[in-house]
């Protein structure tokens, strides 16, 4: 597996049955049952050819019964599970995912590619505790993972934003990517022929990060 997908199964809760949403190769489900974490898992994929993929690697659980592959636009067509995971999407098709799913699963570990702000609102606001949530670096790149279980839960503005995770406990990878993103907002406020209306809205966007580069990290 990837690092990314290593951070991803590390964060997967113990369950009786699991489902992965745009599963791929089903790497994620063959791990979940190989260590034990889950004793039924559901690999779904909108991709046919993706989808042969995830059923030739877990052929064997899926002859011992404890494993099946079903091609499904999200949710819709999967049976009813305890845990989903949905990775590697961007955060408004996560919210769709989630709303047009027939059933609630009771814990949910997301990876949203963007709009992670937008899917915390959703879930705190459609009945879900946001459990863990926070930014980890692999092959390159920053990733966003938001655990949470069935409940209540109110976010602040900030939190939204940028994950209680992140805020409550910043890690190394949550402060370097909060600097990149001010030196980016610097960059574009440089770059030719730009207002000085959206000059201005960078740097003060760049200003405002500031307080989030220069916390007390608990690492």
Do not use: W
Not at 52 to 78: P, W
Request: with cysteine.
């Amino acid at each position: 597996m990837t690092e990314r997908l290593k951070e991803i199964f590390s964060l997967l809760p113990e369950c009786e049955s699991f489902a992965d949403v745009g599963c791929d190769h089903g790497y994620i489900a063959e791990a979940m049952l190989k260590s034990g974490k889950c004793k039924r898992a559901v690999m779904s994929d909108v991709s046919e050819k993706c989808l042969e993929k995830a059923k030739k690697l877990n052929a064997e659980f899926i002859k011992n019964g404890v494993a099946e592959a079903v091609l499904s636009d999200g949710l819709k067509k999967v049976p009813r599970t305890e845990c989903v995971l949905i990775a590697g999407m961007g955060g408004e098709e996560i919210i769709k995912i989630l709303s047009e799913s027939p059933f609630v699963p009771e814990k949910i570990l997301l990876q949203p590619m963007k709009n992670a702000d937008k899917v915390r609102v959703y879930i705190a606001e459609n009945g879900y505790k946001i459990l863990k949530d926070y930014i980890f670096f692999a092959e390159g790149k920053y990733y966003v993972l938001i655990l949470a279980e069935r409940g209540a839960d109110k976010l602040t503005a900030e939190e939204a934003e940028f994950g209680r995770t992140n805020l409550q406990n910043p890690s190394e990878a949550f402060v370097r990517y909060v600097k990149e993103e001010i030196a980016r907002r610097i960059k574009f406020s440089s770059a030719k022929g730009l207002s000085e209306e959206k000059r201005a809205e960078f740097l003060n966007d760049a200003e405002r990060l500031k307080k989030y580069a220069d916390v007390k990290r608990t690492l």
